[in-house]
């Protein structure tokens, strides 16, 4: 009988000394790995960025309707778009400037069209008004640093 209550005890304590060691294996495998920041174009100069964005957007912009590339023109500028908002939204030094307002207009306009209207291309009117506003932002920021 003594023997049979040991073996259960024994037996009983055993599986929860297996299930805290594999708990605890999880647990460290789960936290114990580096997590990586995501990977983003902006270099954290304002002046830089927003010149390099307009740049490259104002390419996106004069790219032909017929280019065999544009999909991937569109994609990537939808990237740097997000890139560049989710950089400098929130930061007040930044966000409060001339440029970055005028940034903010023009990125949102072209992202608009972009994600409503993802087959079609950038209407003549849209084209006109982001080559003066990234113009004017571009101004700007120059003048402003």
Known sequence: MLLK?????????L??????????????????????????????????DTLSVVKTLQIAVDTPKDSPNKNEVKDEALILITDYIS????RGMVNKTQSFTTMQ?????????????????LPDKLKERLTKEFSLAGKMVLRES
């Open 5 to 13: 209550k040991t073996s259960e005890l024994f037996f009983k304590n």
């Open 15 to 48: 599986t929860k000394a297996i299930s805290f060691a594999l708990s605890l294996i999880v647990v460290f495998t789960l936290f114990n790995a580096p997590s990586y920041a995501a990977t983003t174009s902006m270099t954290g100069n304002y002046t830089e």
């Open 87 to 90: 950089r400098y939204r929130n």
């Open 105 to 121: 207009t023009a990125l949102n306009a072209m992202a608009g069209h972009y994600k409503n209207f993802a087959s079609r291309p």
